[in-house]
């Protein structure tokens, strides 16, 4: 990020952030600076593989904090029943999904926190016709379960076993 957004890094410091630190953009015709009244939010996933440690340059210059999936959540469990997923599916989602990510929290060694899976997979609800089972089960079976063979591409058989689990019938 630093070799793409440098200036934008120096620009954002807490003494930088005034007119007279100012610079000119590629068209050179306005420069350019951030006030102090403008807030930058960034998000990242830090599962990432190709991310092997945080740049220092954005340690420096942001607070970092680290957020953890709640499939819990009763807005969670509103959001699905507003697509129709009756409760069935919903309890057996949030308590399979939960197990799994403390078997993914655990590994320690391997994966950990940041690995663990969030409500993401399931914002989109039922396709077009689509029951809350077979949307779940498409759900485990296109997205989770390649992502657990990802994670435990050495230990094939915990990922299968998972994937069983999972898609065990509601």
């Not at 129709?84 to 309890?91: E, T």
Request: hydrophobic share 50%.
């Amino acid at each position: 990020l630093s070799k793409i957004l440098g200036e934008l890094m120096l620009l954002v410091e807490n003494d930088k952030r005034a007119p007279e630190w100012a610079i000119a953009l590629a068209s050179g015709k306005i420069p350019f600076y951030v006030p102090p009244n403008v807030f930058i939010m960034g998000l990242m996933n830090t599962a990432d593989r190709s991310l092997a440690v945080v740049d220092y340059a954005l340690r420096r210059r942001f607070a970092f904090v680290d957020l953890k999936p709640k499939i819990g959540a009763l807005r969670f469990r509103h959001e699905l029943d507003q697509f129709g997923i009756n409760s069935l599916v919903i309890d057996a989602l949030v308590n399979r999904v939960s197990a799994l990510n403390n078997e993914i929290v655990s590994d320690v060694g391997n994966l950990g926190p940041g690995f663990a899976i969030g409500h993401s997979f399931f914002c989109a609800g039922p396709a077009d016709g689509e029951d809350g089972p077979a949307w779940y089960a498409r759900v485990i079976r296109t997205e989770v379960a390649p992502l657990l063979r990802e994670y435990w591409f050495d230990a094939p058989s915990k990922a299968h076993s998972w994937e069983e689990q999972l898609l065990a019938p509601i």
